[in-house]
């Protein structure tokens, strides 16, 4: 439940932060750093004299991996089920989604008044 309450506004917290740090300027540094904006020094490397350390990934690892995640498929299905419960309270209260800490720390205490009841 707590997850459900919060993970929305993390999630959010997280996005800005990402795009916060790969947009920032990188000053030079005596110390090897490369100077540049993140997002710019990765997706155009040639544009710092670097070139493109990506590394290809063949079929078979990708099978490998989806294999994996249709094995944590079950876990996964079975907090669905909560999740879905959850937006069905969430639809028939006329609870909204909270946007900040203190509105999900307000849906957490209301869903754990519901499931008390």
């Given at each position: 439940?707590?997850?459900f309450c919060f993970h929305g506004v993390l999630q959010e917290d997280l996005n800005n932060v990402r795009n916060h740090w790969n947009t920032h300027r990188i000053r030079p540094s005596r110390y090897g750093t490369v100077p540049g904006v993140p997002d710019v020094l990765y997706?155009?490397?040639q544009h710092s004299g670097s070139f493109d350390c990506k590394i290809s990934v063949s079929a078979e690892k990708v099978r490998e991996m989806e294999i994996q995640l249709i094995d944590d498929h079950s876990v996964e299905s079975e907090l669905n089920i909560?999740?879905?419960y959850f937006h069905y309270v969430m639809d028939n209260e006329n609870y909204y989604y909270p946007n900040n800490?203190?509105?999900?720390?307000?849906l957490f205490q209301k869903l754990l008044a519901i499931a008390g009841s």
């Open positions: 439940m707590k997850w997706y155009l490397p909560y999740q879905e800490a203190e509105e999900a720390v307000e």
